[in-house]
């Protein structure tokens, strides 16, 4: 949603909150095949990579494993 919006947060928080687009509001996105799943795929990859199992809980977080 963040690359579709073009990092607006204002017009992503409208569209999330008051479930509308913004007046005016245009996709930032212009690829000729839109936001690809390819594209969402490797920045869910990136975020995933990037966490951190061993990071210490912050004092009332529960860790589920099952």
Request: charge should be negative; charged fraction near 30%; proline fraction near 3%.
């Amino acid at each position: 949603m963040y690359s579709i919006f073009g990092g607006d947060i204002e017009a992503l928080r409208a569209w999330l909150v008051d479930e509308r687009f913004p007046d005016g509001w245009e996709p930032k996105n212009r690829e000729a095949l839109g936001h690809t799943i390819a594209q969402a795929l490797t920045t869910s990859l990136a975020v995933e990579f990037s966490i951190d199992e061993k990071q210490a809980l912050r004092e009332g977080d529960v860790f589920y494993h099952e």
